[in-house]
């Protein structure tokens, strides 16, 4: 057979293909694999996420010389402190080498034997004769047929999937230390005794209480925050209209020089007016709110100044209308109602500290004279 032939049977598509094929279904494989550990081991049969809970203890010093141990609890997820496998085929290399060697030789020979023997006197010679014919045939035929087929599949961890790493990053943010329990003790961590127990209780009790007015009014101020943003945001809107009214006259045909200056200053009042308020709304607000009881909640108050401009005048008027009017009337509304919720936390959390101040110096307030008689 003729060396050419002996690639004629070979499928080269199944010799490349099939380990191809064969590696696309081990990382459908893998990534069942990967899918199943997360379920299994991140999450309960009822879908809920796995935690671990880490206890342990953090001392703090209190400003009147005692300390609190503290029993601390963190639930960490489970996906988060274990390793994901997460195998993927990142290379497939398909070899194949195929060595054909092929060598013929071929040797005749026959053999053949006859003898003859015969003498033959010469004078006083006398010679003998003897001869023999041989023949020898041999063939020998040798060939050689070798072939290499090898297959390298590299496998590594990812370890965890993009997606999951934002999850547990997400997660990771809302995880916070809660306490367990708490115990007074002294500066040297001894258990405390008698008056000095009870005063640190009381201290305790207050530093909570200004701990939970101090988040209520972290929120009070977001809020209210985001009351004058909106405040803003709708003086904007309705300054805007004002600006698309003036600069629509300015621009009217036939119109003198004197005209024109008087529309340029109307608007240059307007901006200056809006931009006022926009600066000074914060500041305003709280005297807006001292005289809020004694105002109608549906109208925008006049401690703003702020100032309309109507179609056909040539002078600003008092802003009692307006295409935004309501809306900032009602934004104005829950802005107070937010500055007083402020006003309120505030004043509360500056008596509880000149109680919680009182008691670590020793004095004694009318308010607490009056509860411990």
């Known amino acids: 057979m003729a060396i050419a032939e002996q690639f004629a049977g070979l499928k080269m598509d199944q010799l490349i293909g099939a380990p191809l094929r064969a590696a696309a279904d081990a990382s459908v494989q893998l990534a069942t694999a990967a899918a199943d550990f997360i379920n299994q081991v991140g999450f309960d049969a009822q879908g809920n996420l796995r935690t671990v809970a880490f206890g342990y203890q953090k ?17 960490v997820p489970m996906l988060a402190i274990v390793p994901i496998p997460n195998l993927q085929v990142d290379e497939v290399n398909v070899l194949f080498d195929m060595e054909v060697k092929q060598s013929e030789r071929e040797e005749s020979s026959r053999d053949m034997g006859a003898s003859l023997t015969g003498s033959l006197k010469i004078g006083p010679i006398k010679v003998s004769v003897t001869g023999s014919i041989s023949s020898h045939q041999s063939n020998t035929r040798s060939s050689d047929n070798s072939a290499k087929y090898h297959v390298d599949v590299r496998a590594t961890n990812h370890g965890v999937p993009e997606g999951l790493a934002r999850v547990l990053d997400m997660m990771a943010a809302n995880v916070a ?8 003790k002294d500066g040297d961590g001894r258990d405390l005794t008698g008056q000095a127990k009870l005063k640190a209780e009381r201290l305790k009790a207050l530093r909570a209480d200004i701990n939970q007015l101090e988040s209520q009014l972290n929120a009070a101020r977001d809020g209210l925050s985001n009351q004058i943003q909106l405040l803003k945001r709708l003086g904007d809107a309705q300054l805007n209209t004002y600006r698309s009214v003036l600069l629509k006259r300015q621009n009217e045909e036939n119109k003198g020089d004197e005209e024109s200056m008087a529309d340029s200053q109307l608007l240059d009042d307007l901006n200056t007016n809006w931009s ?35 179609e056909g005048k040539d002078t600003l008027q008092e802003y009692v209308s307006g295409t935004y ?27 509880k500290r000149t109680e919680y101040s009182d008691a670590v110096s020793g004095r004694t307030t009318g308010t607490q004279s009056q509860g411990e008689s």
């Not at 230390?177 to 007074?184: D, I, N, R």
């Not at 709280?286 to 702020?306: R, T």
């Open 59 to 75: 001392r703090s010093m209190n400003e009147d010389g005692t300390s609190n141990m503290d029993e601390m609890k963190v639930d």
């Open 177 to 184: 230390p809660t306490l367990v329990g708490s115990t007074l």
């Open 276 to 310: 006022t308020f926009q600066n000074q709304l914060a500041d305003t607000l709280p005297m807006v709110a001292e005289e809020a009881d004694s105002q109608d909640g549906q109208k925008v108050s006049a401690l703003f100044g702020l100032k309309a401009y109507e």
């Open 325 to 351: 009017y309501g809306q900032i009337a009602a934004a104005q509304k829950n802005a107070v109602s937010s500055q007083k919720t402020v006003n309120n936390l505030e004043q509360e959390l500056a008596g």
